[in-house]
């Protein structure tokens, strides 16, 4: 099998464009951002090809913006999940069969789509639908969706490129690399764009198909990915997208016997439940199913005293409360040593002072709202909590306000124990609590980090001690899939730092890698011998 036959263009990052006052950029994100909202959309579900709509509308309602409708999307059932699976297996045997090259060009088509007419309206859509900012959105939505098609269309040809290195006189051995046998079932996160077409994106472009149950609050933006696969050329009931309660919608598609996979983001609590699922039916499926997913986190800073304090304000400003702290990857917890603390302290108030919050249409605005409703009142319970308690104090921001929109100042907790419970626990918003440590228990300090939380997804080290830095590396080795020195825990890129965390953050199956790819393929050993033996007795059996 020659290399030659299996080249593509080359790879590269996608360059993010900065959306500077007086660009084309911003000038047409802008015009997008106005049309968008003089109309309402009606968003429904595809199945099987086709445009699927019931009588139950649920309306959208930009976080940031409660008073203003952007339209509405039908809301699906247990029957339309059935059909969605039924559309899938059907569409099964041709999308299997297509040449890997006729699928790449469609990923890759949908990669040129999103890198030039559909940028603006998917960063747009994203925008208001998830309350991102311009960067936020351009970084994610665009950048990175574009970046996994591209990324995973090259890490197919090197998998199918991996072939047995050796054959014996008149043999042929061969891999086979075949897509599962059933359907993939994609459960995706509200707050990347990217991730909610990668998830079912990276086990499609093998050749498998795919049941899609995007977020409720993702739908919006969800409607505009679906018009760029489409676009694109991708065939009917290859994805199927569906909306609906998500326990209704998973228990169809879990008891069916030909689920062959689950990719998930999501939090932890509902991906065990889903794995629990899935091992009590374990009897019901044809071929073991494969579970992936990408959880939750409680992601940390650890500063040593050789550390330069304006570096680790930056990061933990960055890190914790760019889009509000609504990443997987945010940094929620921080350990500063007491020598440090009055400096890092003072510039992490004046970058928070600076911070302007507000609607995304306001490019001034870098803060904006968390996603909705349960998440406002999760996060401003546990402000509200550590305002009463004796080992915390609310030292910046603080202030909760529902009125317009789901806007939480940037806040920063002090905490006086190291296993307060806002250094334990995920709250998915823009909190950053500190624990001030003693300059002599860096190492014990370590040792906190890495039992603290049950996490272990990401963190950083911050030091300019080559000896601190290689002892943090290695006592912190399974407390995040994602290890950064010198720099903010978040903003992981396709083919760079490939994502994924371990413990109860996931499976660390690593999106944005050749890794991932793997468990989405089933490889088929296959011997051709070409001068078959005719005489079964072997040369032992001759008499001396």
């Given at each position: 099998?020659?290399?030659?036959i299996?080249?593509?263009?080359?790879?590269?990052?996608?360059?993010?464009?900065?959306?500077?006052?007086g660009?084309?950029?911003?000038?047409e994100?802008?015009?997008?951002?106005?049309?968008?909202?003089?109309?309402?959309?009606e968003?429904?579900?595809?199945?099987?090809g086709?445009?699927?709509?019931?009588?139950?509308?649920?309306?959208?309602?930009?976080?940031?913006?409660?008073?203003h409708?952007?339209?509405?999307?039908?809301r699906?059932?247990?029957?339309?999940?059935?059909?969605?699976?039924?559309?899938?297996?059907?569409?099964?045997?041709?999308?299997?069969?297509?040449?890997?090259?006729?699928?790449?060009?469609?990923?890759?088509?949908?990669?040129e789509?999103?890198?030039?007419?559909?940028?603006?309206?998917?960063?747009?859509?994203?925008m208001?639908?998830q309350?991102?900012?311009a960067?936020?959105?351009?970084?994610?939505a665009?950048?990175?969706?574009?970046?996994?098609?591209?990324f995973?269309?090259?890490?197919?040809?090197?998998?199918?490129?991996q072939?047995?290195p050796?054959?014996?006189?008149?043999?042929?051995?061969?891999?086979e690399?075949?897509?599962?046998?059933?359907?993939?079932?994609?459960?995706?996160p509200?707050?990347?764009?990217?991730?909610?077409?990668?998830l079912?994106?990276?086990?499609?472009?093998?050749?498998?198909?795919?049941?899609?149950?995007?977020?409720?609050?993702?739908?919006?933006s969800?409607?505009?990915?679906?018009?760029?696969?489409?676009a694109?050329?991708?065939p009917?009931?290859?994805?199927?997208?569906?909306?609906g309660?998500?326990?209704?919608?998973?228990?169809?598609?879990?008891?069916?016997?030909?689920?062959?996979?689950?990719?998930?983001?999501g939090?932890?609590?509902?991906?065990?439940?889903?794995w629990k699922?899935?091992?009590?039916n374990?009897?019901?499926?044809?071929?073991?199913?494969?579970?992936?997913?990408?959880?939750?986190?409680?992601?940390?800073i650890?500063?040593?005293?050789?550390?330069d304090?304006?570096?680790?304000?930056?990061?933990m400003?960055?890190?914790?409360?760019?889009?509000?702290?609504?990443?997987?990857s945010?940094?929620?917890?921080?350990?500063?040593?007491?020598?440090?603390w009055?400096?890092?302290?003072?510039?992490?108030?004046?970058?928070?002072a600076?911070?302007?919050?507000?609607?995304?249409?306001?490019?001034s605005?870098?803060?904006n709202?968390?996603?909705?409703?349960?998440?406002?009142?999760?996060?401003?319970?546990?402000?509200?909590?550590?305002?009463?308690?004796?080992?915390?104090?609310?030292?910046?921001?603080?202030?909760?306000d529902?009125?317009?929109?789901?806007?939480?100042?940037?806040?920063?907790?002090l905490?006086?124990?190291?296993?307060?419970?806002?250094?334990?626990?995920?709250?998915?918003?823009?909190?950053?609590?500190?624990f001030?440590?003693?300059?002599?228990?860096?190492?014990?300090?370590?040792?906190?980090?890495?039992s603290?939380?049950?996490?272990?997804?990401?963190?950083?080290?911050?030091?300019?001690?080559?000896?601190?830095?290689?002892?943090?590396?290695?006592?912190?080795?399974?407390?995040?899939?994602?290890?950064?020195?010198?720099?903010?825990?978040?903003?992981?890129?396709?083919?760079?730092q490939?994502?994924?965390?371990g413990?109860?953050?996931?499976?660390?199956?690593?999106?944005?890698s050749?890794?991932n790819?793997?468990?989405?393929?089933?490889?088929?050993?296959?011997?051709?011998?070409?001068v078959?033996?005719?005489?079964?007795?072997?040369?032992?059996?001759?008499?001396?």
């Amino acid at each position: 099998m020659s290399n030659a036959i299996f080249k593509l263009p080359a790879v590269n990052n996608e360059p993010v464009k900065g959306y500077a006052p007086g660009s084309a950029e911003k000038a047409e994100l802008k015009a997008v951002l106005k049309a968008f909202k003089s109309v309402e959309t009606e968003i429904k579900m595809s199945i099987g090809g086709k445009a699927v709509t019931t009588d139950d509308h649920v309306k959208i309602y930009p976080p940031h913006e409660l008073k203003h409708c952007l339209g509405y999307y039908h809301r699906g059932t247990a029957a339309h999940a059935q059909q969605a699976i039924d559309a899938a297996l059907a569409a099964k045997p041709k999308w299997e069969a297509m040449p890997w090259q006729d699928r790449a060009a469609i990923f890759l088509k949908a990669a040129e789509l999103i890198a030039g007419p559909y940028r603006a309206k998917i960063n747009a859509a994203t925008m208001l639908g998830q309350s991102k900012n311009a960067f936020q959105a351009e970084i994610d939505a665009a950048a990175e969706l574009i970046d996994f098609l591209r990324f995973n269309a090259q890490y197919m040809v090197d998998i199918y490129t991996q072939q047995p290195p050796k054959n014996s006189p008149g043999i042929w051995n061969r891999l086979e690399y075949r897509p599962l046998e059933g359907f993939i079932f994609a459960v995706t996160p509200f707050n990347f764009t990217s991730i909610c077409a990668n998830l079912f994106a990276a086990p499609v472009m093998l050749g498998n198909v795919a049941v899609w149950k995007p977020s409720d609050t993702q739908i919006y933006s969800a409607a505009v990915i679906m018009e760029i696969f489409e676009a694109a050329g991708l065939p009917a009931g290859v994805v199927n997208m569906v909306f609906g309660d998500g326990p209704e919608i998973g228990k169809v598609c879990f008891d069916s016997p030909d689920l062959a996979g689950l990719h998930f983001t999501g939090s932890t609590k509902t991906f065990q439940f889903m794995w629990k699922t899935i091992g009590n039916n374990i009897h019901k499926y044809k071929a073991y199913p494969r579970i992936v997913g990408e959880t939750g986190g409680k992601d940390f800073i650890v500063a040593h005293p050789s550390a330069d304090a304006r570096t680790v304000a930056t990061a933990m400003t960055r890190g914790s409360f760019e889009y509000q702290g609504q990443k997987c990857s945010a940094s929620s917890r921080a350990y500063i040593p007491a020598s440090m603390w009055e400096a890092v302290s003072q510039y992490m108030k004046e970058d928070l002072a600076s911070m302007k919050m507000g609607t995304v249409e306001d490019f001034s605005n870098f803060i904006n709202a968390v996603i909705d409703e349960r998440a406002f009142d999760k996060i401003e319970g546990y402000i509200k909590q550590a305002q009463a308690d004796e080992d915390a104090e609310v030292i910046v921001g603080g202030g909760c306000d529902k009125s317009e929109g789901y806007f939480i100042e940037p806040t920063v907790i002090l905490a006086k124990k190291a296993d307060y419970v806002t250094m334990r626990e995920e709250l998915f918003g823009p909190v950053l609590t500190v624990f001030v440590y003693d300059d002599a228990d860096f190492e014990a300090t370590l040792d906190i980090v890495d039992s603290t939380s049950p996490y272990a997804l990401t963190g950083a080290i911050f030091s300019n001690d080559r000896y601190a830095l290689q002892t943090a590396v290695h006592k912190l080795r399974n407390a995040a899939g994602n290890f950064y020195i010198n720099d903010k825990p978040t903003g992981a890129v396709v083919g760079q730092q490939p994502f994924g965390g371990g413990r109860a953050s996931g499976t660390n199956d690593k999106a944005g890698s050749i890794l991932n790819l793997y468990r989405w393929i089933n490889p088929r050993t296959m011997k051709e011998n070409f001068v078959p033996p005719t005489d079964y007795r072997y040369p032992f059996l001759g008499e001396s």
